[in-house]
């Protein structure tokens, strides 16, 4: 779940990128990068670390220019080298810059098809460069110097053809404008937003609305799923539908965890979704212990917040601030590896033991996943002094591998992976482990649209919306579990 953001403006644009990403941040962690067009020239500046350490002074001096790309990266494929990093560029047929956040299931074959057909060598590990080069080829293959929207969107019914998975892309194509497109399914995330000028329009594709909101520009609407949009370099805007008859279904991820609060996909607010999570949860609770005997609803810092603040008022117990985040440590679940969560859910976190003591606590988080945070949470808690340590997870069991764009490769790696509920409140160390119904769950959005019914709920039901092959969740295991990671860094 990289953060990608891309904007043709009518003056420079690359502080408002570098802005842009930093509200994204949450997205990735790992590397950065942005790239301008500068004339008839592609300025490119990407390295490993965050925003703010990325872009020096000098750095952005020199990307120059109206129009630009920008991207915060969590890597699901290949490693976290810089090399690795984006916006990736090709130069043949145009210069091409292309940012992505998501995950194809089908890189390694398109990669070989790339190879043996259309004559193009993919240099590293990453799925972002093979959508690149498939990109590149589908405009190739139209055969002409001068591209009109119409070929534009043909190459892009040929990427959609071609790609399986999940995939929001910003693509920066020399002489023409900026080429905006989500995957058929709408599984992962792009909004459009314009803002008036006394030059005239400007227009801004994002992740997240957020971006669009600090900015100044105005969410127009999402680029739905199949849709390409072009930000043309002249000032136009022009957009089509490039894939027809593929179910919508948004990955609802995002609502639970990935997104900011303060944004709106899909028409719904994360922040009054993630409220009616709450809800719904604490009606659970009562209807499964009405007499819980609870003294205090205890949230994990940061994302759970929402959820246990609705929760709390539903129960009619109170919220209390029982853990002090570090707020100069970043997310725990997107870091790379799992010494690295462990040792940072505990520089993160710190627990007022008075809010503990003597007390029946519910800690409530928005999610378990690995169960690194909930599992050190618990045991703090009880050093803390509490006399019970109720535990209650805002979203479903997070039972299945995530392959499109969120870094879940290994099923053995999930706490609630083949465990039952009980097995996996023993392993917590919990008195008591409450989770979310996915019923209850996607009502939560869906309350918030109408006309979203479906979503990727993947990672919680199994159920894969582009179909995956039989061995392809194997090897994903195989090259991607932390053991592999680690072994990968050793070597
Ligand atoms: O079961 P785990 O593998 O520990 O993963 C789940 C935890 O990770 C996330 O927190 P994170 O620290 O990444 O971010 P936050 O500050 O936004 O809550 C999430 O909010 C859970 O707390
Ligand atoms: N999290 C993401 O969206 C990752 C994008 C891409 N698959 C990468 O690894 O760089
Ligand atoms: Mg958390």
Redesign the pocket.
Known sequence: MCGIIGIVGKSEVASALYDGLTVLQ?RGQDAAGIATVDGARLRLHKARGLVRDVFQRDDMLKLRGRAGIGHCRYPTAGSDDVGESQPFYVNSPYGIALAHNGNLVNAEAISNELFEGDRRHINTDSDSEVLLNVLAHELQIQERMALSPDHLFKAVAGVHERSRGGYAVVALVLGYGILAFRDPHGIRPLVLGERETADGKEYAVASESVALDILGFRRLRDVEPGEAVLLGFDGSLHSRRCAEGYTHTPCIFEYV?LARPDSMIEDVSVYKARLRMGERLAAKIQRLKPDHGIDAIIP?????RTAASSLASELGIPMREGFV?NRYIG?????PGQSE?VK??RR?LNAIDLEFRNKTVLLV??????????KQIIQMAREAGARKVYFASAAPPVRYPNVYGIDMPAAAEL?AHNRSEEEISALLGADWLVYQDLDDLIASVSEGNEALQKFDTSCFSGEYVTGVQADYLRELEFARSDEAKNLRRAS
């Open positions: 949450h965890y994990i810092p940061d994302t759970a985040k997310r725990t679940f997107i870091m969560r940072s859910v993160k988080d928005d999610s378990i996943v690995r169960g690194t945070t909930s706490i």
